[in-house]
């Protein structure tokens, strides 16, 4: 971790406009919480699995963690921090712990909020979801940081991952749950409120922990990999 | 004292060639990197500050590559040509913390002294995005500076600079140069880099055109062979005496007056006017027909 390329990173992130879509979709849940809570709602799977889990956590992960280094790589302000002697796994290591704790703020901790309102009763279950959220943003972010170096068009190869693969494979094909972040949340979830089937999780937490694992050592890897033989281009001259 | 050495260096993207075979070693002093846009500096520039590998060839500092290799942050200052910067930040907080990525001991110190350097302390407070080009330009120097490279490297440093700053600038690289420090900076503007520097390396289309002490090129340059136009009180006559003349390979007459080819500029000017004078004739416009750099640079390159 780098003090000062984690400051620079959040005042960057939060003096974007990107910060306002953030905002917006922790309220669309807590807004349904709401509605649940009015209208005597009891299906936790589809107030915090497949809205706050399938949908808010990676679209959350996606902003930020495709924000926190592929914006500044974009519009080259990244050549200040890269022209130091600073070690790129560093970088790639402080920008990614800032990017999971602020997608925890915008996903997991609106994720407590939202089961405590919509279901007071469910304490177990309704934390079981958050801190479940809080481990599946640190993969998807560090997925979502990886992307942003290796490709400019990050956000939009993202958005079909998380459309594509999580939303429509990884839920319908079951063989592929072992390579879905979602999957893996769904199952620390399970594990954590020592849930039944009323968490739909296909693949077992002792899969899911290791795979985690190395998912983020490979992102991460890669990340540090590319960042290393970072090219400066677009200019002719 | 640190020396920049390319050997044998290309780059190309796809079919396309951006820098074709260059050798040349960059030494401690002001070095001007001289092209029109397109040439390849800017290619050139990158891959001295490891910022891209080249297609062919090494890039080295002090023997060791320039690519993938951080630690040679240490040694090198660069100056981006892009104008962004963290614009939320002040200029201090913009170099301290650059003083802090590269671990100084006293951060707040070095910034101070960088700043002041670029004159910049008064302003220092103020946020980036509020800034000039120039003004931004110099934060951006100070942030290169702060670590005291033995290497700067500038890309187009004098872009949206006024006059005095442009003449602050210059006295600045050149008191980096005169303390052992290898400067190189970037320009498609002739006389920045004349002002500027001893040492000159020419770029056209990629290839390197000429290199080395200034005045040599400029020399060159002013005894290539020059197209004038003219305009006088007696035209057929003027023809006929700059043709007996010996600076003069040929001579036009159309409408507009004398298209004259001379054979060197140094001479030919010299000659004109008291050739003008022997023969009673009044000149009444002398110009110089392809004075563009694109035409130096393509003398160069044909030579």
Same mark, same amino acid.
């Given at each position: 971790?780098?003090?000062?390329?984690?400051?620079?990173?959040?005042?960057?992130?939060?003096?974007?406009?990107?910060?306002?879509?953030?905002?917006? @979709?922790?309220?669309?849940?807590?807004?349904?919480?709401?509605?649940?809570?009015?209208?005597?709602?009891?299906?936790?799977?589809?107030?915090?699995?497949?809205?706050? #889990?399938?949908?808010?956590?990676?679209?959350?992960?996606? #902003?930020?963690?495709?924000?926190?280094? %592929?914006?500044?790589?974009?519009?080259?302000? &990244?050549?200040? @921090?890269?022209?130091?002697?600073?070690? *790129?796994?560093?970088?790639?290591?402080?920008?990614?712990?800032?990017?999971?704790?602020?997608?925890?703020?915008?996903?997991?901790?609106?994720?407590?909020?939202?089961?405590?309102? &919509?279901?007071?009763?469910? %304490?177990?279950?309704?934390?079981?979801?958050?801190?479940?959220?809080?481990?599946?943003?640190?993969?998807?972010?560090?997925?979502?940081?990886?992307?942003?170096? /290796?490709? *400019? *068009?990050?956000?939009?190869?993202?958005?079909?991952?998380?459309?594509?693969?999580?939303?429509?494979?990884?839920?319908?094909?079951?063989?592929? %749950?072992?390579?879905?972040?979602?999957?893996?949340?769904?199952?620390?979830?399970?594990? #954590?409120?020592?849930?039944?089937?009323?968490?739909?999780?296909?693949?077992?937490?002792?899969? /899911? #922990?290791?795979?985690?694992?190395?998912?983020?050592?490979?992102?991460?890897?890669?990340?540090?990999?590319?960042?290393?033989?970072?090219?400066?281009?677009?200019? /002719?001259? | 004292?640190?020396?920049?050495?390319?050997?044998?260096?290309?780059?190309?993207? $796809?079919?396309?060639?951006?820098?074709?075979?260059?050798?040349?070693?960059?030494?401690?002093?002001?070095?001007?990197?001289?092209?029109?846009?397109?040439?390849?500096?800017?290619?050139?520039?990158?891959?001295?500050?490891?910022?891209?590998?080249?297609?062919?060839?090494?890039?080295?500092?002090? $023997?060791?590559?320039?690519?993938?290799?951080?630690?040679?942050?240490?040694?090198?200052?660069?100056?981006?040509?892009?104008?962004?910067?963290?614009?939320?930040?002040?200029?201090?907080?913009?170099?301290?913390?650059?003083?802090?990525?590269?671990?100084?001991?006293?951060?707040?110190?070095?910034?101070?002294?960088?700043?002041?350097?670029?004159?910049?302390?008064? =302003?220092?407070?103020?946020?980036?995005?509020?800034?000039?080009?120039?003004?931004?330009?110099?934060?951006?120097?100070?942030?290169?500076?702060?670590?005291?490279?033995?290497?700067?490297?500038?890309?187009?440093?004098?872009?949206?600079?006024?006059?005095?700053?442009?003449?602050?600038?210059?006295?600045?690289?050149? !008191?980096?140069?005169?303390?052992?420090?290898?400067?190189?900076?970037?320009?498609?503007?002739?006389?920045?880099?004349?002002?500027?520097?001893?040492?000159?390396?020419?770029?056209?289309?990629?290839?390197?055109?000429?290199?080395?002490?200034?005045?040599?090129?400029?020399?060159?340059?002013?005894?290539?062979?020059?197209?004038?136009?003219?305009?006088?009180?007696?035209?057929?006559?003027?023809?006929?005496?700059?043709? =007996?003349?010996?600076?003069?390979?040929?001579?036009?007459?159309?409408?507009?007056?004398?298209?004259?080819?001379?054979?060197?500029?140094?001479?030919?000017?010299?000659?004109?006017?008291?050739?003008?004078?022997?023969?009673?004739?009044?000149?009444?416009?002398?110009?110089?027909?392809?004075?563009?750099? !694109?035409?130096?640079?393509?003398?160069?390159?044909?030579?």
């Amino acid at each position: 971790m780098n003090a000062v390329i984690a400051n620079i990173t959040l005042r960057a992130l939060f003096g974007r406009r990107r910060v306002l879509l953030l905002a917006l @979709l922790p309220l669309i849940l807590l807004g349904l919480a709401a509605a649940f809570r009015a209208g005597g709602g009891d299906d936790t799977d589809i107030l915090l699995g497949r809205f706050g #889990i399938a949908a808010l956590l990676p679209l959350v992960a996606l #902003i930020v963690g495709t924000g926190v280094l %592929g914006a500044e790589l974009d519009d080259g302000t &990244a050549v200040y @921090l890269l022209a130091t002697p600073t070690p *790129r796994h560093v970088i790639i290591a402080t920008k990614s712990v800032v990017a999971a704790a602020v997608t925890i703020l915008f996903a997991a901790v609106p994720e407590l909020l939202a089961g405590l309102i &919509a279901f007071p009763d469910r %304490g177990k279950l309704v934390a079981g979801y958050a801190i479940g959220a809080a481990a599946g943003s640190v993969v998807y972010v560090a997925i979502f940081v990886a992307l942003s170096v /290796a490709t *400019r *068009r990050a956000m939009a190869v993202g958005l079909i991952y998380v459309l594509v693969w999580e939303g429509l494979l990884a839920s319908f094909v079951s063989g592929i %749950g072992v390579l879905s972040v979602q999957q893996y949340t769904l199952s620390f979830v399970r594990a #954590i409120a020592s849930a039944g089937d009323e968490v739909p999780a296909t693949v077992s937490v002792v899969t /899911a #922990i290791p795979l985690a694992v190395i998912v983020v050592a490979l992102a991460g890897w890669q990340a540090t990999d590319r960042l290393r033989g970072y090219r400066i281009s677009g200019e /002719a001259g | 004292m640190s020396d920049l050495e390319l050997r044998a260096v290309s780059r190309w993207y $796809g079919n396309v060639v951006a820098v074709n075979d260059i050798s040349m070693t960059i030494g401690p002093g002001v070095t001007g990197l001289l092209g029109p846009n397109g040439a390849g500096k800017s290619t050139l520039l990158h891959m001295m500050a490891g910022f891209l590998p080249p297609s062919s060839g090494t890039v080295t500092l002090d $023997g060791e590559p320039t690519w993938r290799r951080p630690e040679i942050y240490r040694s090198i200052g660069l100056v981006p040509e892009r104008e962004a910067a963290y614009e939320f930040l002040t200029a201090r907080e913009f170099v301290v913390a650059s003083a802090k990525l590269h671990r100084l001991p006293d951060p707040g110190k070095a910034a101070a002294r960088a700043l002041a350097t670029v004159e910049l302390t008064d =302003a220092a407070d103020r946020k980036l995005g509020g800034y000039s080009k120039g003004m931004r330009q110099r934060a951006k120097v100070a942030s290169a500076l702060v670590h005291d490279p033995t290497v700067l490297l500038l890309d187009e440093p004098f872009n949206g600079m006024d006059p005095r700053q442009r003449l602050h600038m210059m006295e600045l690289l050149k !008191e980096m140069a005169a303390a052992g420090r290898t400067v190189l900076f970037s320009s498609h503007i002739l006389e920045e880099v004349e002002q500027l520097s001893d040492v000159v390396q020419v770029v056209v289309s990629g290839r390197l055109a000429a290199s080395g002490d200034f005045r040599e090129i400029r020399r060159l340059m002013t005894d290539r062979p020059h197209v004038f136009t003219i305009r006088s009180t007696n035209d057929r006559l003027l023809a006929a005496a700059l043709m =007996a003349a010996e600076h003069t390979s040929g001579v036009a007459i159309d409408d507009a007056g004398l298209r004259v080819q001379a054979a060197d500029f140094g001479g030919f000017t010299h000659a004109l006017a008291s050739l003008a004078r022997a023969h009673e004739i009044g000149l009444r416009e002398v110009i110089p027909a392809d004075e563009s750099l !694109e035409s130096v640079f393509s003398y160069l390159v044909r030579r």
